[in-house]
């Protein structure tokens, strides 16, 4: 009985802590294993786990920006494209975009200091539909609030603001 107890207690306490610090079981992987898979590097903190389909990557409430974005999509015969805008540059020159042999894509650069503003997300297939929202600096999250609408995107998705200096802090896709 005691020893049912301390494990009670015990995976009490490691669910406590596991919400307070805002992690998750579901989205600590080393690896993408879902529909849509992004990974979030963090200033000054690194890559994150990779998360997948709604998944939030980044932080919130901590002013730490997202400086690079990985995105991995599986399925072969879909084509995933990704361009950033970043602090100080404005939009990258190019589209990254995944190839049969390639599935995962990186925007930003994780060596400036450029932290990302905005990114855009396409999915070159009729019927795949993306959704997403970011959450901005000084802002949150863009969908809760009156005419940033357009800046949480659907389809072709632009996430993020631009010519306003507010970095991207967390972002989710699905």
């Not at 107890?5 to 307070?20: E, H, Q, S």
């Not at 980044?58 to 690079?68: K, L, N, W």
């Not at 357009?150 to 200096?165: D, K, S």
């Amino acid at each position: 009985m005691l020893k049912r107890t301390i494990r009670i207690v015990a995976a009490a306490a490691v669910t406590a802590t596991a919400v307070f610090m805002g992690a998750s079981s579901a989205s600590a992987r080393d690896n993408p294993t879902g529909y849509v898979c992004y990974q979030a590097h963090l200033k000054g903190i690194g890559w994150q786990d990779w998360r997948c389909d709604g998944e939030m990557a980044g932080t919130t409430g901590r002013a730490i920006s997202i400086d690079s974005i990985r995105f991995h999509y599986p399925a072969s015969t879909i084509e995933i494209c990704a361009t950033a805008h970043r602090s100080n540059y404005g939009w990258d020159s190019r589209w990254a975009c995944t190839t049969p042999s390639n599935r995962t894509i990186q925007v930003g650069d994780v060596n400036t200091a450029a932290p990302i503003e905005a990114v855009q997300v396409y999915l070159d297939h009729t019927t795949a539909i993306m959704q997403g929202d970011a959450h901005v600096s000084n802002i949150g999250w863009i969908s809760q609030h009156p005419g940033y609408e357009e800046y949480a995107g659907y389809g072709i998705n632009m996430l993020g603001t631009t010519g306003r200096g507010l970095p991207l802090e967390a972002l989710w896709l699905s």
